[in-house]
């Protein structure tokens, strides 16, 4: 089994109204890294100025990277036959599937959260997010919200927690379908909505 570790920087928070600005792929065997890819993406829209002061991607950084339809060969030479792992997986891989889609590709893939990996081969650590789980396991990670940096310390992330409980934790979180949760709110009187 072989895993694309990946992680993105956007401009927002969904696929159809932002754009990616950074993107990285390590690629794992399931024992070490064997590969990586790691690129500017000009994501067509301005950067919000929080997004830049959080990762440091400035639009005259990207202004002269290529558009993501001129890697998506590359990058769907690089995920597809392997699982897609990040960390919130969703988040990563709605962006890439819907840009991928967008670039004439068709491609989906299992996909593995390590957050939720980390829950179950870790347990009992106060929080699950990269920067908190990093420093408990004793990460160091080169560049924080850096989709190389973020990339690198959730594929260490893979390997310690392969290391730890082998392959079974992994194969039963991608057996699990899990279905989509409906939350019902009922109405609420004005009070208690102030409330």
Not at 30 to 52: D, M
Not at 127 to 144: C, F, H, N, T, V
Request: glycine share 8%; charged share 20%; net charge neutral.
């Amino acid at each position: 089994m072989e895993f694309a570790v990946v992680d993105i920087e956007t401009t927002g928070s969904t696929p159809q109204s932002a754009g990616i600005t950074e993107i990285a792929i390590v690629i794992h065997n399931g024992i070490e890294v064997t590969g990586k890819f790691v690129s500017l993406i000009n994501p067509r829209h301005k950067i919000p100025p929080f997004i830049v002061n959080m990762t440091g991607i400035s639009d005259a950084m990207v202004a002269e990277a290529p558009l993501f339809e001129d890697v998506a060969p590359q990058i769907y030479n690089l995920l597809n036959g392997r699982v897609f792992v990040a960390h919130n997986v969703s988040f990563d891989y709605s962006f890439v599937h819907y840009l991928l889609g967008r670039s004439g590709f068709q491609w989906s893939a299992p996909k593995l959260c390590t957050i939720k990996l980390s829950r179950r081969v870790f347990p009992g650590l106060e929080k699950y997010g990269l920067g908190s789980l990093s420093r408990d396991l004793g990460i160091r990670i080169e560049a924080r919200h850096r989709a190389w940096g973020d990339a690198a310390a959730t594929a260490q992330v893979l390997t310690m927690a392969i290391e730890k409980e082998g392959m079974s934790p992994i194969h039963s979180l991608l057996a699990k379908k899990e279905p989509r949760k409906k939350i019902v709110i009922p109405p609420l009187e004005r009070s208690d909505a102030e409330e």
